[in-house]
């Protein structure tokens, strides 16, 4: 019996590692199998690919076409004097990537119809009082039109007000890098690589004229163009004429830090002086009735009580 059981246990033992290899073969072979779908699949993604266009937003694929009709549509009604102004409101906002100048005032004008065909859908279908739609009309084309100039003129006070904060910091910088030994298009390069203000892009956007071709004087009077604002203009005209006359640019930008410091000081002095004039109406409108509110209120029922 002894004998038996081995032959037995032999056996099974022999057709369990058949089994197993057989097993492990079938494995193999729809591993190999679903590596070779694969690799044809990829190779299939990578000879169709994706199309260019697929790659924009979704908005821009869906509104691009009816924006360029417009777009050239307006080009041939709207004043050039006014898309020229738009161009340079653009360009002070650093909006020029984003928008150009005949789009935004093809929002400006869509919202102006969409404005009035609202006004008019309202006073179609007697949405409320006639009076309201007749408001509706009036108000809603003047909204869409001087929405979107008010938000592009506090896209550029906003931008002014930090390039005008950031303008000293950027000039320590440059100082800095003058003095390490650096030369004036170098050193402007560190800046814009190691600091993330709009004064660094405008920095850049000149150093990229001067790449093209453009003198330091000419790219810096574009600088001075371009953004309009008191300080930058400062710093170009004087590191122009300190080109111009050989002066040594460390001094002159040292100077010109000390400066933009002394006068962001002052600035800050002066808000801090508005305040108390800019506090004052909410606290005579708003804070000082509901004071008197609570302090004379609960007097009225036993002063009215003693008067009958």
Known sequence: MVEMLAVLLMVAGVGG????AAKSRQSQSQLDFLQNVRTEAELDARRVGVPTHLHQPFAIRVFGPTAQRIRRMLARFYPSRDIDRLHAELLRAGLTGWVRAEEFAAFQVSCVLMGIAI???????????????????????????????????????????????????VLDLLTISVAAGLGLEQAMQVTCAHFESPVC????????????????????????????????????????????????????????GDEMRDKRRQRARERAAKVPVKILFPLVFCFLPAI????????????????K
């Open 292 to 307: 008197m509110i609570l302090i004379i209120g609960p007097l009225v029922p036993p002063m009215l009580k003693a008067f």
């Open 201 to 256: 892009d405008e920095l850049a956007l000149t150093l990229r004229e001067m790449e093209l071709g453009l003198s330091r004087h000419d790219a810096l009077e574009n600088l001075k163009l371009r953004t309009d604002i008191e300080d930058l203009v400062t710093f170009s005209v004087v590191l122009s004429q300190a080109d111009q006359l050989g002066l040594p640019i460390g001094r002159v930008l040292q100077a010109q």
């Open 17 to 20: 590692v058949l089994l197993a």
């Open 119 to 169: 006004g008019i859908t309202s006073l179609v279908v007697h949405f409320g009082n006639p009076k309201f739609g007749m408001f509706l009309l009036l108000m809603l084309p003047i909204a869409g039109f001087a929405g979107p100039y008010y938000w592009l003129r506090r896209r550029v006070n906003t931008r002014r007000d930090v390039v005008t904060n950031d303008l000293p910091d």
